[in-house]
């Protein structure tokens, strides 16, 4: 079961950002972000099918293929929303202190945080680890095809694109 992973930045004007393409064809991809610069809004990390188009704010998490995590602590699977900002498993906290801490926006990621994405396409999981937490979001059976190709995607909210710096590493 292979799939494509695909990742290059993308900001769209006052859009969130996208990573799109490249290709490697592995059953589990790890990649980890570096969040240099984040004000005190939205950011949601996770990722989706290719080819799927934003939404009208220029979001992606509500596609269907969507699997992804806020740095409230929401989490987004199939484009639902699973678990509230105010529900996050204190099974997936892993420093309770820092968590309860930080402001409502920074209480997964925020700059200066290092967020590894993990990509289990044997498993079928999404797990996302920073400071605070590590996460892991199960994949839905409909998205369990072996050709399924995902894209990592960055977006954000409320705020210029210039407000935001998130790099690869």
């Given at each position: 079961m292979d799939f494509d992973i695909q990742y290059v930045l993308?900001?769209?004007s006052d859009s969130p950002w996208f990573v799109t393409p490249y290709s490697c064809c592995a059953h589990v991809v790890?990649?980890?972000?570096k969040i240099s610069r984040k004000p005190e809004n939205y950011l949601i990390i996770g990722v989706s099918a290719t080819g799927i188009e934003h939404d009208g704010s220029g979001s992606t998490y509500g596609d269907s293929s969507s699997y992804c995590m806020a740095s409230t602590g929401e989490v987004y699977a199939a484009g639902q929303l699973i678990i509230s900002y105010d529900d996050v498993p204190a099974s997936s906290i892993i420093q309770p202190d820092l968590f309860e801490q930080r402001g409502l926006y920074d209480k997964v990621?925020?700059?200066?945080?290092e967020v590894v994405v993990t990509l289990d396409c044997s498993a079928h999981t999404l797990r996302l680890q920073s400071p605070t937490v590590d996460h892991t979001i199960s994949i839905?059976?409909?998205h369990h095809n072996p050709q399924?190709?995902?894209?990592?995607?960055?977006?954000f909210w409320?705020?210029?694109s210039d407000d935001?710096?998130?790099k690869l590493t």
């Open positions: 993308v900001a769209y790890c990649r980890k972000l990621f925020t700059g200066g945080d839905l059976q409909q399924q190709q995902w894209v990592l995607n960055v977006n409320w705020g210029d935001f710096e998130v």
